[in-house]
């Protein structure tokens, strides 16, 4: 069955390491999206991709970078951790257009001290 | 820019009773409108969607949600509740024709007690 993975599913880091997300999807979906949970503030798109080679960023999107160099992979990188990017980050893919499902991933939850 | 509010953050409720969580956006032109589901543990999962057509729509496990143009509204209902339906909601938006992002609410927590 295709699914959706994220790794690692727990990470503990130090504040201005560079770290960085995996997600990759075996759906062959054009869109991909990541997204951060919190508490009080529910889910809220960090950066999107809708293709190889296309990123952009979404409404939360400083301190994260994303690349896309093929379908079904697009890892999330913090430049810098911050402890206010302790979060729960959740992937998703869907293969558009706008009405489609997105499928989500199992979560990272990532604590940086 | 559009919007979504879920005013219950957290509800309460005795096996068998019924639900409805309240969902309103903010956008004047067309919307797509979902509910996704978080279960303890795992990840989102789509309980259902509007996006043309008759604006009551089903879900899966007997959950429903009517869209109410005139209150830019999208509840969601369910007229039976088991102990099993215990998990975050959340209510979604698009409204960009041609744009796949979705807008979340910020969810409520939904405990049913047995």
């Known amino acids: 069955d295709a699914e959706i993975t994220q790794s690692p599913r727990h990470k503990i880091t130090e504040t201005g390491r560079q770290v960085t997300l995996a997600c990759h999807q075996t759906?062959?979906?054009?869109?991909m999206f990541w997204y951060r949970q919190d508490l009080g503030h529910g889910l809220r798109l960090i950066h999107y991709?809708?293709?190889?080679?296309?990123?952009n960023k979404g409404e939360v999107s400083d301190g994260y970078s994303v690349s896309r160099s093929n379908t079904e992979d697009l890892p999330l990188t913090l430049e810098s951790a911050a402890s206010s990017q302790t979060s729960v980050y959740f992937c998703?893919?869907?293969?558009?257009?706008?009405?489609?499902?997105?499928?989500f991933g199992p979560g990272t939850r990532l604590t940086v001290l | 820019a559009q919007s979504v509010s879920q005013h219950n953050h957290h509800v309460i409720l005795s096996e068998a009773a019924s639900l409805e969580l309240g969902c309103n956006y903010s956008y004047g032109g067309t919307v797509n409108l979902f509910w996704y589901v978080q279960y303890p543990g795992q990840h989102l999962q789509l309980l259902l969607k509007?996006?043309?057509?008759?604006?009551l729509v089903k879900g899966i496990k007997g959950f429903e949600a009517e869209f109410i143009k005139s209150k830019f509204s999208f509840n969601l209902r369910k007229p039976s509740v088991q102990w099993s339906d215990t998990a975050e909601y959340f209510c979604a938006v698009n409204a960009d024709f041609g744009n796949e992002k979705l807008t979340f609410g910020t969810g409520t927590r939904l405990t049913i007690i047995p």
């Open positions: 991709s809708y293709g190889v080679q296309d990123t």
């Open positions: 759906w062959n979906h054009n869109n």
């Open positions: 998703a893919s869907s293969e558009g257009p706008h009405t489609d499902t997105q499928y």
């Open positions: 509007y996006f043309s057509g008759d604006p």
